[in-house]
């Protein structure tokens, strides 16, 4: 077995030995031979449940053990027919269950398959690009800034090489990485800086590596071991249907056990009180619920997907309708992800690019060649071109665009290959520039830096006005400042360049060097926001969602762009990283509500930001696109991670992926989020009612008439199909704009308030009490008992048809006319459906049911069917008015 202590600690000639391959990488044929040995380059996911295991625990689910209950008692009394339909829905259910499973899974499956990442390789000494898990021991990768590393590898070759191992370390500084090899037993992976380590992502310079883990032998994959050991948490909608189910069971066995006791009272046979007690325990149990809202999720986020939100959890859907709270980038998710150098400061004047053009023109480009030089060495960007078109760009937006800007002005990036970069300091949000030493062709020294304007001018003593130097003292900073500040207010990002000569003899930038430079100047950024932002952010604000934006600019800049999009109206509404961190947890705590601007935070301050509002009970929808991003996403309720510009670890740490980088989305699948939300809470209405319907005639009709109203099987087709079809069109439902205007249902509450009890108990008594009269006045007519059930059968079918258009939105016309295909459908065939039950012999056998020919007995049917509607809406007007 591989061992990374065999590698740190020898030379890079030695570990290439050690792999059994050359500087020229594997063959295809080796590559295929460790494929067999060491398997491929993925971590093993969590170990999937057997279809047996997935079906036991289906089975031992309350309701299905007493419908197994009811299963046993009907074939004690010889009733097969009842006992087998019993039998029959648990298996149904069971096989949708198994079916919707298995669609999750492979829609994760393909997923992955689209998010499947690829890497540079050496193969036979040519570069080749090859999907990651391909990747094996032995293998020479090479990356560059912006790479996810695939695997653990020792380095063979590092030119300014910095990586970022927070996922593994915790530590958001950069590492530099050396081929150097390294003395000592036992290093712990912070220590090997010879060593890369899958999942790091480059952040700057190049480098090579010869693979030694893969998979789950790598550090990653310890970790991931580790966390599938964690028991998976069951979702707020399973809690909150579970704790209905509990109820339903109790009633179950209540009702049971009362109509049991009331027959044999009356002195109806065993047998026959037997089966009104297993009809009682069937009415209590909707069957077609757990099938009916994974049904309705499985829509919403086929819906979703259609409109650039992929979503890679059922329950998240749930949970975005609850949302108050989104903390979003800024970058390509406000603003348009096109950041353009408007206007460049040099001396004292601002200049437009056209006017750049026009001081090149002049020969007066010495100052801006050094601006635009600055802006190539002092970056991890890259951008390919050819015949004048940009055909590749990577890297820091903001740094694209100042290459952008330098390749229109005639300063293409490989004009400075000729300016070797001897030490450098990346940026980091701590200090907020990067600086660079530099030997110039004709053998002179420079530091050169690029930073926040504010940060890096009081380490100037001169600035340049017209190719001239000239002292900058304190007045002058200011006033250089202040007409940067103006730019910042109207929402630029400002990048200062200084730089300054030293000793030839200089090797190394140290702390004493980063004094008396030359201000060069300051380039003008901006990303203007997307047009339809405005209205979503008052569409969110509606909605009861607070926004708030994080971004790497400026505080006045963050702020100008926050208020032109109605995120903030006061600059006490933003605050920078550095006076973020001055706060203790109490001041944090008493102002994070009040907060919606973040600017210049580090990437753990997002972790920080997020933990909090959850701890004053928010529901917190966050977004992110870097590997820094995850910690932040895996924390929040909902983690939305970009699908153009997001990282794979981004990607993966995030329930939700935008495949369109797109805020006004994210509204929009919350509103989804939330009709979803409503629409459920009707479904479990809907159901709940007919049901308790169906146990208040089976409680009353052996009291008042010769016998249960309905029977097992009857009531099984009514619960299973005869009310699940239309339920599941009701749950496509699309509510009104309305239900953005109302304050987002909260994590902890209940899928039915007492209001919403109070009115399925009423309308539940009054349909049962419907059924019953319809039961008794058949009877007392035609003294026909199959024909009394007949009716009361019905009543039990058609009555549902009606109340599930009454419980839609609107007023009463608009309730059966608005639009809903799927609804009106399945109502439609299931009409179809009880005419065949009335009239079909061979269903009269199954159902235990009679023609009807009587228009006084049609008459009964439909009046008391429409009644029980009727009351609803009386009931609902009283409540109005």
């Not at 400002?494 to 190394?508: N, Q, W």
């Not at 400026?554 to 109605?566: C, D, H, M, N």
């Amino acid at each position: 077995m591989l061992k990374l202590d065999d590698f740190y600690s020898v030379g890079v000639e030695d570990s290439i030995k050690k792999l059994n391959t050359s500087n020229k990488g594997l063959t295809e044929k080796d590559s295929e031979e460790r494929i067999k040995t060491y398997g491929l380059n993925e971590i093993t996911p969590k170990k999937k449940k057997s279809l047996i295991q997935k079906i036991i625990e289906l089975l031992l689910e309350p309701m299905v053990i007493i419908l197994f209950v009811a299963t046993i008692f009907s074939f004690i009394i010889k009733d097969f027919i009842e006992g087998a339909a019993i039998l029959g829905v648990v298996i149904i259910n069971t096989i949708i269950s198994l079916i919707q499973d298995s669609k999750a899974e492979k829609a994760v499956e393909e997923l992955k398959k689209i998010l499947s990442p690829q890497f540079k390789v050496l193969r036979e000494g040519s570069i080749e690009v090859i999907a990651s898990k391909f990747i094996v021991p032995g293998d020479i990768i090479i990356f560059e800034a912006g790479d996810i590393l695939p695997a653990d590898a020792r380095v063979i070759e590092a030119k300014n090489l910095l990586v970022d191992e927070a996922h593994l370390t915790g530590e958001s500084e950069p590492v530099s990485k050396k081929t150097d090899l390294l003395k000592g037993d036992g290093l712990k992976p912070y220590e090997m800086v010879n060593i890369v380590f899958s999942g790091s992502k480059v952040l700057q310079g190049f480098g090579k590596a010869i693979v030694v883990k893969t998979g789950n032998s790598t550090e990653m994959g310890k970790i991931a071991e580790n966390i599938q050991e964690t028991e998976e948490e069951k979702t707020p909608l399973q809690k909150k249907l579970n704790k209905e189910i509990k109820f339903l069971v109790g009633l179950a066995l209540f009702s049971a056990i009362f109509v049991l006791v009331v027959s044999i009272l009356r002195h109806f046979k065993i047998e026959e009180a037997i089966l009104i007690a297993i009809s009682i325990m069937v009415a209590v149990f909707p069957e077609g619920l757990p099938a009916s809202i994974t049904i309705a999720l499985s829509l919403a986020v086929e819906r979703l997907a259609k409109n650039s939100v992929i979503v890679k959890k059922l329950s998240s859907v749930e949970t975005l309708g609850n949302v108050d709270y989104i903390c979003t980038d800024k970058t390509g998710t406000i603003t348009q992800h096109n950041m353009t150098v408007k206007e460049v400061l040099i001396g004292n004047k601002f200049y437009t690019m056209a006017d750049l053009f026009k001081l090149i023109a002049e020969g007066k480009s010495h100052i801006v060649h050094d601006i635009f030089l600055i802006s190539v060495k002092c970056s991890t960007a890259s951008i390919e071109e050819k015949d004048g078109n940009i055909t590749k760009e990577s890297g820091d937006p903001t740094e694209i665009a100042l290459l952008k800007a330098g390749l229109l002005s005639g300063f293409k990036p490989d004009q400075f290959d000729n300016y070797k970069a001897l030490d450098t300091i990346p940026f980091s949000s701590d200090i907020m520039y990067s600086a660079t030493l530099t030997e110039t062709p004709s053998g002179e020294k420079e530091i050169i830096i690029k930073g926040a304007p504010d940060r890096i001018i009081d380490m100037c003593s001169s600035f340049c006005i017209e190719e001239t130097e000239n002292e900058l003292d304190e007045h002058k900073k200011h006033d250089i400042l202040k007409d940067l500040s103006s730019r910042s207010e109207r929402g630029f990002r400002l990048i200062g360049f200084i730089k300054k000569i030293v000793s030839k003899d200089t090797k190394k930038i140290e702390q004493t060097d980063l004094s008396g430079f030359t201000f060069l100047g300051s380039a003008a950024i901006y990303d203007p926001p997307k047009d339809e932002v405005k209205h979503v952010i008052q569409t969110a604000k509606d909605a009861n969602i607070k926004v708030v934006m994080i971004t790497g600019d400026s505080k006045k800049t963050g702020f100008s762009i926050a208020e032109s999009v109605g995120i903030a109206d006061n600059i006490d509404q933003a605050i920078e990283g550095r006076d973020l961190e001055k706060l203790s947890d109490a001041e944090f705590s008493e102002k994070v509500e009040e907060l919606r601007v973040y600017s210049r935070v580090a990437p753990l301050d997002k972790l920080k930001i997020v933990e909090k509002l959850k701890q004053k009970n928010h529901i917190v929808a966050m977004t992110g696109d870097g590997v820094n991003d995850a910690p932040a996403l895996k924390k929040s309720d909902v983690g939305i991670a970009m699908g153009r510009a997001g990282s794979q670890v981004s990607q993966e740490a995030a329930e939700i992926i935008l495949t369109d980088d797109n805020f006004s989305t994210i509204v929009m699948a919350i509103k989804e989020g939330r009709i979803v939300f409503q629409n459920l809470k009707k479904l479990v209405k809907y159901l709940i009612t007919n049901n308790i319907g169906k146990v208040v005639t089976i409680l009353l009709s052996p009291i008042f008439g010769p016998g249960a109203s309905l029977s097992a099987i009857q009531i099984l087709w009514s619960n299973v199909i005869m009310e699940t079809a239309p339920g599941v069109g009701l749950s496509t439902d699309q509510s009104s704009d309305k239900v953005m205007d109302k304050k987002p249902s909260k994590i902890t509450d209940p899928i039915l308030f007492a209001k919403d009890r109070i009115h399925m108990i009423l309308d539940g008594i009054f349909f049962g009490v419907c059924i019953t009269l319809g039961y008794l006045i058949t009877w007392k007519i035609t003294n026909d008992k199959i024909m009394a059930q007949t009716v009361s059968f019905l009543i039990t079918l058609i009555s549902p048809q009606i109340y599930v258009f009454i419980l839609r939105d609107g007023i009463f016309i608009r309730k059966f006319t608005a639009k809903n295909v799927l609804l009106k459908l399945f109502s439609l065939f299931m009409l179809i459906m009880i005419v065949a039950i009335v009239y079909v012999p061979a269903l009269n056998v199954i159902f235990s049911t009679k023609p009807i020919f009587d228009p006084k007995i049609w008459g009964i049917v439909i009046g008391f069917s429409i009644l029980t509607s009727v009351f609803r809406l009386i009931v609902g007007l009283f409540e109005k008015k």
